[in-house]
Structures are given as structure tokens and as C-alpha cells.
């Protein structure tokens, strides 16, 4: 190796260490090849074919063996099949055997191939061994090299010699000479023909590789004299550099000084967001500023809380529906991105985005730039939800005020005429009692006196039945003023006194019974005449009744429709009053029923309701202490159950 590297190193094409270690592999590479092709490769497929060989030779011994001797006793010349001299040239024909022999136990011939062998003794040891072993011996044999039996080989050949097996008892031995010389000369031939290939390839890649390395070292030898170049080339620049480094001295100060003015603005701006920020973020309203193509460009703690977002920093270039909804284009609906086009001042109010049940006011300030122009846009959401209910909780209270004043007035007016009436009724009663027995001696003698197509006796009964009519209506009458004035009157407090329930509803019927007749087919009232007063505020629970059965005679839709009002005492102190009222209408779904106590909630047209019906009565049980259940089911009905507790027995012990 050291020869080599001396000889490649001192020629001038080789100066580099690389391409002389290049040049010694090449070298080493053309030389091995054919030594591992001689070495290696050839008695490597020299065996692998004497394998091959001596498997045949021994599966045609077996075969013939089994063919010939099954079931044979004993084996001599006596025993053998008449059939075999033909069997054994077919197979030597066939397969191409140079020779075939049978032994017996003892080592003599009694068959061969070649007659003039039968009957000599094989004193062997391996033939001993054979038969002690009962296992079959192959050997391969040279041409011109001794066999086995110390005979001179006629050509390339494997040996077989197979025992020939009654159980255990070896009866003689089976001996097969394959012929493999035209096979060995055939491998010969590829292996040479190879191994001159291989030693011309391995020549041309030798021839190649120093090409190679040739024009390798030339391009090495140039890069050498660009590279003093370059150093030349590079002392120049150096002078150069430190002519400019002075130059870049004086501009880098101009630099440090600019950059830090630069620094000192982005800081003042930086404190100015921030204060920014902090003066959004102190507005508890969601505030969020966007361009003109509605991307965000800031937004305050409240809007972040409000849209669901992790940070108030927002990604550059996102616009509000790729930030908050992860969408492609603007929300269905949504008002806002038409407004920020107008660039205008605007303010509508819509469902609440995050809760539909609630009232938000969306309000657009559109921005200036510093140039004058029309930029950005602030939108600020209010939730109003409280504010409008308010609202209209005071118009209706103003509405019931009014109301007030109206019924207030007319039973006034109902009362001037109906006390004239009443007071003028006893007067008529004792004028017919001193003038009818006056009357009836007159009629005495004509008792078949007919006028207005009725006797004398039943026109004087008649008359006293039209006076106790009138004065039934009379009476009717002063009670339902009286009920009307009551009603009329506005209680901010909640006067808790013992009621009866069936004369509480016996009220109630007054105002609303002749809606329910109209309405219902029929109607049916269960209050058991031992229940029990209550202890609540009269007057409140009259106007949630007077609520449930209006509601439900605007839900009948059924020809058959009915309506039970029911009531009954519960098992303990905090459900001592049930009171059910329940119909076979439009019924509810689970949607509706969960949201029907929410203020502005109605399934009603606008003219029909406000939404505030319900969401009044449950204030109201609420402030009784008590609670309301509902059951329903669409197109089967409604049941709403007012529970009331036992007010009195928490506040006065009872007589």
C-alpha cells in the first residue's frame, strides 16, 4: 500500500492526498474483482453443482431400490427381479448414469451395468460402515483421480452408494457413478467467460477513474491560481473596507441618533395604545374597531368575553367572521357591514348573538383618518334587554293606570242608575203587596180573566218573579262594580290576608267568565267546599288566574274544547294550596315551554300580546312564595299548576 501511495504521489498529476487514495482503491478494486471471482465465486458454484448432483444421484438410487426390492427377504443372485437388467438401462439411459452396481450384505457383485465385475468382493472399510450405518455415502470423484474401490475415474463422476433396507436389516447395497463432466465443463466455460468480462470491465472503470482523476487534479491546479488571484484581490478590498469603515463611522452615529428619536415615537405610541386599550377596555360594553372591509383592528376586554375569543390580539388581516365564526364571507343577516359601508352614524337593536332571548343595541361611530378621509369604524353592543323591559313594564303600568281610572269611572257610572234601581225595587215590592189584594177581590168573581195570554193567578205571579229578577240584576250588578273597583286599584305592596279560594274565583269568573262561555264548550270547576283559606294577596293571585284563563281561551282551537279549573290542599306546609288549570288546546312544545316566562316572549302576533303576561304572574307567585309548574304537549293541551305555601302558619300562630 505504501508502494502505491509513494508512486501515485510523486507523478504530478497526483499532488492531492484524496486523489491518490482514489487512485490505490481503483487499483485494488480492478485486481480484486477477478481474484474473488477465481477464489470465491468459481468453487462456489463448484460445489453448489456437486450438490445438486449427488442429491439426483441419490433420489434415483432410492427410487430404483424401492421399485426393485420391496418386500424382499433376502438379496442374492437367486432373488433378483427378472426385470431389473431392463429397469437399470432405462435408467442409465435416461438419466445419464455412467454406471450402476447391486451388492449384497456381504460386499459381493451380483449386478452391474458392466457383467464383467458381477461376483468380485468389496473388502472396503467405508463399505463396512455402510452397512453398519445404514446410511447412504456420496463422494465425488475427479477424472483420472481413484475411487472409492482404488479405480482409475474414466471421467468427472459422484459415487452413491445406497443400503438397501428390510426394516432395520440391511439386505445389500444400491452404488450409482453420475456422470458430471459435461455439467463441470459447461460451469468451466461461464466461469471463464465471466471472469474475462469482469477483467475487461474492471479495466474500462479502472481506464475511467484515472481520466476523472486527471481532469480532477487540472481543475484542482486552476482553482489553486484563482485563489492566489483572489487573495491579490481581496488585500485591494481590504484597503477599500477600511476607507468606507470610516465613511460608515460618521453615517452610523447620523444612525444611532435617528433610531433612537425612532424608539423614543414608538414608545410614546406604544404608551398610547396602551392607555388606548386601557380606556377600551374600562367600557363594559363590547367595543370593536374594524376597517373598512371589516377587519378587526382592535377590540376591548368586554367584546373578547362577549365573542368567546382567548386574546385581545388579533391576527393581521382576519376579519370578524374568520376570527369569531371561522367562516368565509359575512353572517347571514347580520346588519353591521352594511352600515360600516354607509359610513354613517347608526343604531338598531336585534336578538341577542350569543342569546337569542336577549335585546342588543348595536351601535356604528364611523372613523377619520388624519387625512380627512372616511376610515375605520368603532361598533359598540349594548344588551338592552333590561332597559326595554322596563320600558314596557311602565307602559303597561301606565296602561293599567289608565285602565284603573276607565274602570273606575264606569263602574261610577254603573252605580248612579243601578242605586236608583235598587232603592226603587223595595218601593215597587210594598206598592204590589198593598194593590194586589185590592186586585184580586176584583178578579174574584172572574177568575177567567185572560191578559197578555195568561190568567189572572200566573200574571200575579209573574210579577213578583220580574221584581226578584230585577233585583237578582241589581245586585249583580253592585258586585261586579265592586269588583271592578278593587281590580282597578294599583298595590305596589303585597297585602297578605285569608282568603277563600272558591270565592276568589267566583270573582274571577265575573271578568272573564263570558270570554270562557264564548270560547269553551264546556267548563268544569272542582273546588271542594272544606278546603281551606289561604293565606295570600287576594288581588294577585286574581290577575294570575284572570292571566291562565284568557291564555287559555286564546290557545282553544278544538270544536270540543274544554277547560278545568280545579284546586285541592297538598301534604305539607310549602304546598299547602294547588291550584290546576288545565285545557285541551294548542298545547306547547319543550322549546316554548322553557322560554314562555321570559319578558317579550310570545307565540302571539303583535297585536294579540306584549310577551309580558306570563312573565308578570310568575313575578307574581313569585313574590307569594309559591311557584308554577306547566305540562304540555303540542296539539293535546295544557296544564298550569299554582303551588301556594302556608303563609300563615310562618307569620301568626293559627286559632
Known amino acids: 500500500m505504501q508502494m502505491l501511495y509513494r508512486f501515485f504521489s510523486e507523478r504530478i498529476l497526483f499532488k492531492q492526498k ?69 429397469n437399470v438401462n432405462i435408467l442409465k439411459r435416461d438419466m445419464g448414469l455412467q454406471k450402476i452396481r447391486v451388492w449384497s450384505r456381504v460386499g459381493e457383485i451380483i449386478h452391474s451395468s458392466n457383467s464383467a465385475e458381477i461376483g468380485r468382493l468389496n473388502a472396503k472399510k467405508f463399505f463396512q460402515d455402510l452397512i453398519d450405518k445404514k446410511k447412504p455415502i456420496c463422494y465425488i470423484t475427479d477424472k483420472g483421480e481413484k475411487t472409492l474401490e482404488d479405480q482409475i475415474a474414466p471421467v468427472d463422476l459422484v459415487e452413491t452408494y445406497i443400503p438397501i433396507l428390510n426394516g432395520d436389516r440391511v439386505l445389500g447395497v444400491f452404488e450409482i457413478h453420475y456422470d458430471i463432466s459435461l455439467r463441470k465443463n ?48 481581496h488585500a485591494e478590498l481590504e484597503n477599500r473596507v477600511k476607507e468606507r469603515t470610516a465613511e ?5 452615529r447620523e444612525l444611532k441618533s435617528e433610531i433612537g428619536l425612532r424608539k423614543l415615537t414608538e414608545q410614546q405610541l406604544e404608551e398610547s395604545k396602551t392607555n388606548l386599550q386601557d380606556l377600551f377596555d374600562g367600557i363594559s360594553d363590547p367595543l370593536v374597531q374594524v376597517g373598512a372591509d371589516m377587519q378587526i383592528q382592535m377590540m376591548n376586554k368586554a367584546a373578547a368575553e362577549y365573542f368567546g ?7 393581521a388581516g382576519r376579519t370578524c367572521f374568520q376570527t369569531f365564526k371561522n367562516a368565509s364571507e359575512h353572517c347571514k343577516g347580520c346588519d ?50 333590561e332597559e326595554r323591559l322596563k320600558e314596557r313594564q311602565l307602559i303597561q303600568a301606565e296602561k293599567m293606570s289608565s285602565l284603573g281610572l276607565l274602570v273606575s269611572a264606569t263602574a261610577h257610572e254603573l252605580q248612579n242608575p243601578n242605586g236608583v234601581i235598587t232603592l226603587n225595587l223595595p218601593i215597587l215590592r210594598d206598592y204590589l203587596h198593598e194593590l194586589l189584594p185590592m186586585l184580586d177581590k176584583c178578579f174574584e168573581d172572574n177568575r177567567d180573566y185572560v191578559a197578555f195570554r195568561m190568567p189572572y193567578q200566573e200574571i200575579r205571579r209573574e210579577i213578583y218573579q220580574l221584581i226578584d229578577n230585577m233585583e237578582n240584576s241589581s245586585n249583580q250588578i253592585t258586585s261586579f262594580v265592586a269588583y271592578l273597583k278593587e281590580y282597578s286599584q294599583l298595590k305596589e305592596e303585597k ?24 270560547t269553551f264548550k264546556s267548563f268544569v270547576m272542582n273546588i271542594p267546599k272544606d278546603l281551606p283559606p289561604v293565606c295570600t294577596d287576594a288581588q294577585a293571585l286574581k290577575q294570575v288566574l284572570i292571566n291562565f284563563l284568557i291564555n287559555a281561551a286564546q290557545a282553544a282551537d278544538k270544536k270540543d274544547s274544554w277547560l278545568k279549573l280545579s284546586a285541592g290542599s297538598g301534604n305539607s306546609w310549602r304546598e299547602h294550596t294547588k291550584i290546576e288549570i288545565s285545557d285541551n288546546g294548542c298545547g306547547m312544545d ?34 307569594l312564595g309559591g311557584r308554577i309548574e306547566v305540562e304540555s304537549e303540542p296539539a293535546k293541551g295544557t296544564l298550569f299548576r299554582v303551588i301556594l305555601p302556608d303563609k300563615e302558619r310562618r307569620r301568626f300562630k293559627r286559632i
Open 309 to 315: 375569543s382567548d386574546t385581545l390580539e388579533t391576527p
Open 18 to 86: 484524496l486523489l491518490v487514495y482514489i487512485s490505490i482503491l481503483s487499483v485494488l478494486l480492478a485486481l480484486g474483482l477477478p481474484a474473488y471471482m477465481y477464489f470465491s465465486i468459481y468453487p462456489s458454484f463448484t460445489e453448489l453443482l456437486m450438490e445438486t448432483t449427488e442429491d439426483d444421484s441419490i433420489r434415483v438410487a432410492s427410487h430404483l431400490a424401492s421399485m426393485q426390492f420391496l418386500g424382499t427377504t433376502e438379496f442374492n443372485k437367486d432373488t433378483l427381479p427378472t426385470d431389473l437388467v431392463h
Open 495 to 518: 297585602k297578605f290576608e285569608s282568603v277563600s279560594l272558591k270565592s276568589l274565583v267566583e270573582q274571577t269568573l265575573i271578568i272573564c267568565g263570558n270570554q270562557i262561555s264564548k
Open 186 to 233: 459447461q460451469l468451466d466455460d461461464l466461469l471463464s467467460n465471466s471472469l474475462m468480462l469482469l477483467i475487461t470491465l474492471s479495466g474500462g472503470l479502472l481506464a475511467v477513474v484515472f481520466i476523472v482523476l486527471f481532469k480532477e487534479n487540472k481543475n484542482i491546479i486552476e482553482r489553486k491560481q484563482a485563489r492566489a488571484a483572489l487573495r491579490e484581490s
Open 248 to 252: 460608515f463611522i460618521v453615517v452610523n
Open 590 to 623: 319543550e322549546i316554548t315551554q322553557q322560554k314562555i316566562f321570559d319578558p317579550f316572549f310570545t307565540t302571539k302576533s303583535e297585536e294579540s300580546g306584549t310577551g309580558l303576561g306570563l312573565y308578570i304572574c310568575y313575578d307574581l307567585v313569585n313574590a
Open 336 to 385: 353591521i357591514p352594511l352600515a360600516v359601508s354607509r359610513r354613517q352614524k347608526t343604531t338598531f337593536e336585534r336578538r341577542g348573538l350569543r342569546n337569542p332571548e336577549r335585546l342588543e343595541q348595536v351601535a356604528i361611530y364611523p372613523l377619520k383618518s388624519l387625512d380627512g378621509k372616511k376610515g375605520d369604524a368603532i361598533i359598540r353592543i349594548s344588551d338592552v334587554t
